[in-house]
């Protein structure tokens, strides 16, 4: 790496030409000069202010007295912390203070170092005199006549040794007029490619397999391009595209040599780029004449490069020297590097940041054969950039958290892969025999692995904001993720299988009706004022919701999600629905082989369907709320309304004015009997299968595919196949048909007749005691008049089924309950919903699983927030 | 809801005096507002020979609703846990208790101006409750409460539906009480036992009601034998206003989006009544008399609570004479840290923080950190280890933080040891990986030490019915032969060693009552060369460790003859 400028130590008196200073991007800018020497005016012509931290400003912030010499501890301990906060961020960072005193520059030098950022020195060398007049100009600043003299002394001092204490850049600025002169030039780092956007092919560890690589160059479509010897030189992709090597090309296989020339003419070319391996490393090292343990399969290569001119020794040797150990591509979205590299070395610059991308990081621990345990760092990996990386041979190549280890083993008889980006496109060609024996069989999986897909706390805990690509950010309260906390980790389902909870849904405008608490209308206006032509009217089943993942089969489960099985029905919260285990196979074997029967597998091209249902009966769930507080409620009624009314009948009887009193309390015992019927009709026993009944409402995702973004008619086309084929099986095997068709209309809400055959509908419906319909735009998602996103659906309640919800008698107090406010509800049904589209977005793309948990989790701990639970 | 009072009379003693001693005229109807509706007053009959005077409450919802909200600390209306669907304009429960207080005040009293000497006398009284909720025993506690104070009581159980004859009983009953009392003593009797019976946890009691309790109990609650269950049942109701706090409300929120009572998710640590006697020195009488009652009479099971406290204790009542099972768990954990040195600990589920204060005992141990996923449990832990009141040193020792063991957490890492104190039963069978994996494969403590029941030995709990689970939150029990396999594979997958040991009476047959593995981490490699040969270590280990742990099974404390022996009854 350069170390300096040229112009370093040059004197320039005289010359009118502007010193030019380079500066890295991404690097921690210390200014030295004594008092007065003009660094705060330097820093506010070059630089942010933002950018600028000052040790006075500082002193300012911890004692209100930017002089006060004795806050100076303080000060500093505050300016290191937002240095190192602004570093972490990898923001270009000047300090203003007079660092004329080694301790005080080795501290930043050192966060410098920590944060992996480059520290460079910018030096104002002014004389003595200068920097007393500027400060004898300033009031505020009175100091001692012995400060200038010994800061001078301390400067002349530190001059010599700074790129000793660890600067990469060292500008010396001599003199007012060069200071006046002096412009800053920004810098990229070496690592930072982003604006190269490929489209690229990276290519696994190769270890000498030239073949192999010529195979796997030919599949990508690359055109060899060969010298008269026949050997392969370059390759080129007619589409432009960008061949990427992980690095360790050379060692143990049979043609090292081979290799590396058709790599490093590629590179030459620009056909392609390359970052180090270790074993680049190691030969480097040991061709440059340096002592290495010969190992690992070093042997072959120095014995097959001997046998290369000098001439192409040297070529290797320089290319070797010339290797950046990681590189960021297309916009930051794509690191590649040898051995893998957490996202807060991404970028960065320092020897351990390329010695993790060389050699990776170890738990200190040795495996039973052997060899040292690799630190998983691709589980703590929550980065957005994609990670492409090989080192560690595995037997397949597969995706972890967005990252993804390209050693397949070709030297050990294994493959050698390649990934196209961005496609994320495997293509991996067999090696040719086991080339060198490996010391352990390959690991049946990548760092991490199977077992570890493991989740973090910090993926959920805690207050959190998750992006939504159509909602923004959605805020997550830390009383509420603590919440969902204890349920998901004490009751829920794996998270795995957990890829979405259901969203809540508002209910429509409170009825102006006299009489009705809800009415279909008011939903239909709702729509039609926001430009909403199309909407469907769907039969609200009234049991318990339930999401169904029904798998074609055990292995296809296994394949998406990572644990074999059927499947599973979990509830709104992420629980089993069922505890029996054989009666969920039941159910979902019915669905899995209707879903066959109906060609939706193949129709959908997937092992598995994600649904959005109502399981019923009531009862199937919420027997003990049922018996502890509905059926109990009708009990307690049943038992006292009747003997109140005998007594006030006795008391009639005497003479007694109680007409006004008996006809209150026969009101109340009929709505009493209303609320029983009620419930009652969402109540019947089952019996195995017997008497359960599921009613898909929605597809939600199939492999690669976000289905609630489809319209409802073409769910409900493809469920009532669902549905057809259960009944077809149903009657061919004598049972009980299982799924159940949901009852809709589609209404055009400008249209008057329509919307009265809709009111109709609902009335029908609910007046034979079902729930209600909800009303959903047929277009999902949908934006509003104003461009926001529009409720999903609103759900419009039967009155008798609203008895249930709000209580026996509140058909009697209408007016108190139509001052209900749905605003919060509104709000949450919407930051739901847009969290489960993302959880499905999420999972579509095949982004890691905390990704699809973050949003899943965050559906989970909104539902705690608190909102009148009867909307 | 509605009550209706009846007695019988002659000539000389006309049954309608009724109407002097209740201070209403038998030939009028009158309502009286009360703070939660409208009380009527009217008499169905009123005659020389039979008298009945009746309350209607009309209880008016919006009320109702006024008095549930602002019970959160914060007193923002939340409306999670007022339940719309309510019994409470229908059954007899504290609102008519306090309606007849408010309508029949001087009734109560024993106060009649123009007939001083009404109230005095006992008279041939028949109550009748239509619907009356009683939580626990039904008609058995029923009789218990009343049959004490001169009453002769009928009660006969609702069912909860007629249509579904297979949800059973409801829990009310219609209860008709006939007696010789005054009818003030009946009033008052009414007044205290009502709510007590009904034992409601969501409904709203103002404190003073814990005074008006006392007076009310005056004269008759001192010798009840059943002082001490009314004295919880209505204290528990006080507890009930703790149970608002605002970490509960998310948690009950979550419940009701699932159709599942708050109890049921909340279930982590027990209602407790530890604040009782701290907080309210009026009812500290009471209380004590609460507490001194053994936990066996306890007159119904608690819901996801443990079979195993209530086990645990020998049958005599005597605890004084043998250390509790969890004493004996703490006492095996704490030997096998500190086997292993340890000096900083994790307490991974530490529930309500007794191993944390045990552990804080230890000098050696220079910090511990407590996990929970549960935030009322780790209140709970925080407020009995008193970390508000500990010396800034000490309280430097000890953190309390919510975590979920099925999630990987980086401030777990780093530690001496790690405790999982009868933890790994609560997560269900499938989700144990990843326990395994938080704990073994990511924090990689050097040594962790399980707990676990031992399956087996649930046939010597008296209590506990077969097949059954000790807890209600338990989702698996093991045999020692499950629990050694589970623990060897995680051991050999992660690189530990293992070693066992029982904890409690070892019974000959089924062994004791609490399996205990010792983990510790295989010595790592500390070269990054090939090592040959380091299989070998880990056996070689686990048999010494083995053989340690059968010499300490000789002389543990479990070997109690007076445990053994009530463990064997």
């Keep these: 790496m350069t170390t300096e400028t040229p112009e370093v130590g040059t004197p320039e008196s005289g010359t009118p030409r502007a010193r030019r200073l380079p500066v890295t991007d991404v690097s921690l800018v210390v200014l030295i000069g004594s008092t007065g020497s003009g660094k705060s005016t330097f820093a506010r012509k070059h630089f942010l202010p933002t950018q600028v931290i000052s040790s006075d400003y500082c002193r300012g912030l911890v004692s209100d007295d930017e002089n006060d010499q004795s806050a100076s501890a303080d000060a500093f301990d505050v ?35 920590e944060h992996h950022v480059l520290p460079i020195a910018i030096v104002l060398d002014v004389p003595g005199e200068v920097c007393a007049e500027r400060n004898r100009a300033r009031p505020d600043r009175q100091l001692p006549p012995h400060v200038i003299p010994r800061h001078q002394r301390d400067l002349r001092r530190s001059l010599r040794g700074l790129e000793r204490e660890g600067f990469r850049k060292v500008h010396v600025l001599r003199g007012v007029e060069e200071i006046e002169r002096a412009e800053i030039v920004p810098e990229k780092r070496y690592n930072d490619l982003r604006h190269l956007t490929g489209p690229f092919d990276i290519v696994g560890d190769i270890h000498g397999c030239r073949s192999e690589l010529e195979t796997l160059l030919g599949r990508l479509g690359y055109a060899l391009v060969r010298d008269e010897q026949g050997r392969a030189v370059d390759a080129a992709h007619p589409e432009g595209r960008t061949a990427v090597f992980v690095g360790d090309l050379v060692d143990r296989g049979p043609d090292t040599p081979g290799v590396l020339r058709l790599v490093m003419g590629m590179v030459e070319s620009g056909h392609a780029l390359c970052v180090p391996g270790n074993h680049e490393n190691k030969l480097g090292r040991w061709m440059g004449g340096r002592k290495v343990t010969v190992s690992h399969g070093l042997q072959e290569s120095i014995d097959q490069l001997s046998a290369e001119s000098d001439e192409f020794r040297a070529r290797v040797r320089e290319f070797m020297r010339g290797l950046v150990s990681h590189y960021l591509l297309d916009g930051g979205a794509l690191v590649v590097c040898h051995a893998g590299l957490p996202e807060r070395f991404h970028g960065r610059a320092s020897g351990k940041v390329r010695s993790h991308a060389l050699y990776g990081d170890t738990t200190g621990e040795t495996d039973e054969y052997g060899l040292p345990v690799r630190y998983p760092w691709a589980e703590e990996y929550r980065g957005r950039a994609l990670v492409v990386y090989g080192h560690t041979p595995v037997p397949v190549a597969s995706f972890l958290n967005n990252t993804i280890c390209l050693d397949t083993g070709c030297v050990f008889g294994g493959s050698l892969t390649a990934l196209r980006y961005p496609e994320r496109e495997i293509v991996a060609v067999p090696a040719e025999q086991e080339w060198y024996e490996p010391v352990r069989p390959l690991r049946a999986d990548a760092p991490g692995g199977r077992e570890g897909r493991p989740l973090d706390l910090a993926d959920v805990a805690g207050r959190r904001v998750v992006e939504t690509a159509r909602l923004g950010n959605v805020a997550v309260r830390e009383e509420n ?52 032509r199309q909407v469907i009217c769907e039969e609200k089943h009234m049991g318990s919701r339930a999401v169904v993942l029904a798998a074609r089969d055990d292995a296809a489960l296994d394949r998406r999600f990572g644990l074999p099985g059927p499947g599973a029905i979990w509830t709104r919260t992420g629980r089993a629905f069922l505890s029996d285990e054989q009666l969920t196979g039941a159910i979902l074997d019915r669905l899995r082989s209707a879903a066959e029967r109906a060609g939706l597998f193949e129709e959908l091209g997937t092992g598995w369907l994600l649904l959005d249902a109502e399981l019923m009966p009531w009862s199937l769930k919420a027997v003990e ?4 507080q509905y059926a109990a409620v009708g009990a307690a009624a049943g038992a006292a309304l009747p003997a109140a009314i005998d007594a006030l009948a006795a008391a009639a009887a005497r003479g007694l004015d109680v007409a006004e009193l008996t006809d209150r309390q026969q009101e109340r015992a009929a709505d009493a009997l209303a609320f029983t019927e009620a419930y009652r009709r969402y109540c019947w026993p089952t019996e195995g299968l017997d008497g359960i009944r599921l009613a898909p409402f929605q597809l939600l995702a199939a492999e690669g595919a976000n289905l609630a973004l489809r319209p409802h008619t073409e769910h409900l086309d493809l469920i009532d196949r669902l549905v057809a084929a259960d009944r077809q099986q149903a009657e061919e095997a004598g049972a009980a048909q299982v799924l159940h068709r949901t009852g809709r209309m589609l209404v055009d809400t400008e249209d008057e007749s329509s919307v009265a055959a809709a009111v109709a509908w609902w009335e029908e419906l609910t007046g034979a005691g079902g729930e209600g319909v909800v009303v959903k735009p047929v277009e999902a998602p949908h934006r509003d008049a104003t461009g926001r996103l529009g409720q999903p659906g609103l759900k419009v309640r039967g009155r008798e089924y609203l008895r249930i919800i709000y209580g026996p008698d509140y058909t009697r107090q209408l007016d108190r309950l139509k001052q209900r406010s749905l605003g919060h509800k509104r709000s949450l049904a919407l930051r739901e919903y847009a969290l489960g589209l993302e959880a499905l977005d999420r999972l579509a793309a095949g982004e890691p699983l905390w990704r699809v948990h973050e949003a899943v989790f965050a559906v989970l701990a909104l539902e705690s927030e608190p909102v009148d639970p009867r909307l | 809801m509605f009550v209706s009072i009846s007695t019988t009379g002659a000539a000389e003693h006309p049954a309608s005096d009724l109407g002097f001693l209740l201070h209403k005229h038998p030939d009028k109807v009158q309502r009286f507002p009360t703070a939660h509706g409208t009380a009527h007053v009217f008499y169905p009959e009123s005659g020389e020979r039979t008298c009945t005077a009746a309350l209607l409450l009309e209880v008016d919802p919006a009320a109702l609703l006024r008095h549930g909200r602002g019970k959160g600390r914060s007193g923002s209306p939340d409306l999670a846990l007022a339940e719309y669907v309510n019994d409470r304009p229908y059954a007899a429960s504290s609102l008519l208790a306090v309606a007849l207080r408010t309508v029949f005040r001087s009734a109560m009293k024993g106060e009649c101006t123009h007939r001083p000497e009404l109230p005095g006398r006992a008279l041939p009284l028949r109550i009748e409750l239509p619907a009356v909720p009683v939580a626990g025993d039904g008609p058995a506690l029923v009789e218990r409460l009343f049959a004490p104070l001169g009453w002769q009581v009928e009660a006969t159980p609702v069912p909860l539906d007629e249509s579904f004859p297979e949800w059973g009983d409801s829990r009310y009953v219609r209860l008709e009480l006939t007696g010789t009392l005054r009818l003030a003593d009946a009033l008052q009797h009414l007044y205290v036992l009502l709510p007590v019976l009904d034992g409601a946890k969501h409904y709203w009691v103002a404190p003073d009601e814990v005074d008006k309790l006392l007076a009310a109990g005056q004269g008759w609650l001192a010798d009840h034998p059943e002082r001490a269950l009314i004295a919880r049942r209505y204290l528990s109701r006080r507890w009930s206003l703790t149970r608002l706090a605002m970490e509960r409300l998310a948690m009950a929120r979550l419940a009701e989006a699932d159709d599942r009572e708050a109890e049921e998710l909340d279930n982590a640590v027990p209602d407790t009544p530890e604040e009782v006697t701290d907080t309210d020195p009026t009812t500290t009488a009471l209380a004590a008399d609460a507490a001194s009652t053994p936990p066996q009479a306890a007159e119904e099971p608690v819901p996801g609570g443990s079979a195993e406290a209530v086990a645990s204790e020998p049958a005599d009542g005597d605890a004084g004479r043998s250390e509790s099972l969890a004493s004996q768990r703490r006492t095996a954990i704490l030997a096998a840290l500190a086997r292993t040195g340890a ?30 996923v549960s935030s009322r449990a780790l209140t709970i832990a925080a407020r009995r280890l008193r970390l508000d009141r500990m010396s800034e040193r000490q309280a430097s020792r000890v953190r309390l933080v919510q975590g979920a063991l099925t999630y990987t957490d980086a401030r777990l890492k780093g530690y001496d040891a790690a405790v999982l104190c009868e933890v790994i039963e609560h997560l269900d069978l499938p989700r144990l990986p990843a326990l395994e994996y938080a704990v073994f494969g990511a924090a990689r403590p050097a040594a962790v030490v399980v707990t676990t029941p031992n399956a087996e030995y649930n046939v010597r709990w008296e209590s506990l019915p077969a097949g059954h689970l000790r807890h209600g939150d338990h989702r698996f029990e093991w045999s020692r032969a499950e629990f050694t396999a589970w623990a060897e594979q995680v051991a050999d997958g992660y690189g530990y060693t293992v070693a066992f040991e029982p904890v409690g009476p070892v019974d000959p047959e089924v062994g004791a009552p609490t399996q205990l593995a010792h983990f510790r981490l295989a010595e790592p490699a500390t070269t990054a060369e090939p090592v040959t040969g380091t299989e070998p270590v880990t056996a070689a280990a686990a048999a010494t460790a083995a053989a340690a742990a059968i010499a300490d099974r000789t002389d543990s404390p479990s070997n109690d003859p007076a445990l053994e022996g009530s463990a064997n009854r």
Excluded at chain 2, 357 to 370: C, F, M, Q, T
Aim: charged share 25%; net charge positive; proline share 6%.
């Design chain 1, 625 to 628: 709320l049922l018996r502890r």
């Design chain 2, 343 to 372: 000096a900083r600990v994790l307490d991974l589920g530490c529930g309500q923080g007794e191993l944390v204060g045990a552990l804080l005992k230890e000098p050696r141990v220079s910090e511990v950190l407590g996990v929970d």
């Design chain 1, 481 to 532: 993720a603590a919440a969902a906390l204890e349920v998901m980790s004490r009751f829920a389902l794996d998270p795995r299988l957990l890829a979405y909870l259901p969203p809540t849904m508002a209910p429509s405008p409170t009825s102006r009706r006299e009489g009705f608490l809800e009415h279909p209308e008011e939903a239909f206006l709702a729509y039609r004022h926001d430009g909403m």
């Design chain 1, 79 to 113: 300016l290191h912390y937002i240095v190192g906060k602004r570093l972490a961020a990898g923001r270009l960072t000047v300090v203003d203070a007079t660092n004329v005193q080694q301790d005080a520059r080795r501290a930043l030098v050192a966060i410098a170092r």
